[in-house]
């Protein structure tokens, strides 16, 4: 979420203004408290007053003089101006940065569902009863442990002796007989601690988008065209003898025929269309599945 604030700018003269702009001395929140350097200000502040650093300087390389910064309108409001100091105010909209927080209680209702006394028994329940097998990914201080690695966390007593927490969870697949990746998504506390609904939510999707691939590139996919007719035409699909119908429609007659005709000693050449023994204008071919997800 972002938020406006208001910012008042002290700008002075400087020897080298010509070459390398005003200067900008200090700044504060509006009406409230001290002047301070920009050194510790939001980077809103900074780019919006395009200001960059000098040695211990900061400048405006924009403007050579206060008269062109002050000849601006509607840019800022401006205040008062003694001699070589001007004040200006600046309303900008800032970043509300945030630190995220330890998934203790998230990790501790996702262990408790699973019965798991450290992090790799997790990932091995998740991966066990998920058909894709997903890839789990757990950030441990500033390092990501994956899969077989988050053995190395020991137990979450280990891991809560040696003052290390969870900060990050992620899920994600590769796919087998396939190029596919599914980058799937990292759960982190972003001012709302995940929960294990989303989780399970999180896992459904990249085991549905895995396994769509996996599907695509284990297969060997079917057109089947009639004759004078490309209206007419069936698609099916051959996965390891596993034979799948994408329409129910089908006469079973032809049906019978392409299934019979596929598990022959036959090879087709991607897009060429054959004639489909014993149905009289029916023809098949063997096409190439670059569907996406």
């Not at 596919?180 to 601690?193: C, F, R, T, Y």
């Not at 990249?206 to 057109?223: G, H, M, P």
Request: with cysteine; charged share 30%.
């Amino acid at each position: 979420m972002n938020k406006r604030r208001k910012w008042t700018v002290r700008i002075h003269t400087w020897i080298g203004q010509s070459k390398y702009g005003i200067a900008v001395y200090a700044k504060r929140r509006y009406a409230r408290g001290g002047f301070q350097t920009l050194d510790n200000c939001p980077q809103e502040l900074i780019d919006f007053l395009g200001a960059e650093k000098r040695g211990a300087r900061w400048t405006m390389p924009e403007y050579k003089s206060i008269d062109a910064l002050l000849s601006i309108d509607g840019h800022f409001t401006k205040g008062a101006r003694r001699g070589t100091i001007a004040i200006i105010h600046v309303e900008i909209e800032e970043r509300r940065h945030y630190t995220p927080r330890p998934l203790k209680q998230f990790i501790r209702q996702l262990a408790n569902e699973l019965s798991a006394d450290n992090p790799w028994s997790i990932y091995r329940s998740v991966y066990k009863y998920t058909a894709c097998g997903p890839s789990l990914g757990m950030l441990v201080g500033d390092k990501w442990y994956y899969c077989d690695d988050l053995h190395k966390l020991g137990t979450f007593e280990d891991m809560k002796r040696a003052g290390q927490e969870v900060m990050g969870v992620s899920v994600s697949s590769i796919v087998e007989g396939s190029d596919a990746e599914v980058p799937g998504d990292v759960l982190i506390d972003n001012g709302k601690m995940p929960t294990v609904e989303e989780f399970w939510k999180l896992v459904e999707a990249v085991n549905e988008e895995a396994c769509f691939y996996w599907d695509r590139d284990n297969s060997q996919w079917y057109l089947l065209k009639k004759s004078g007719d490309d209206k007419a035409t069936y698609s099916f699909h051959n996965t390891w003898g596993e034979i799948e119908w994408h329409d129910d429609s089908v006469p079973k007659k032809l049906r019978k025929a392409a299934e019979e005709f596929i598990s022959g000693e036959v090879e087709l050449n991607i897009g060429e269309y054959v004639d489909l023994p014993g149905i009289k204008g029916w023809m098949i071919s063997e096409y190439y599945n670059d569907a996406t997800y």
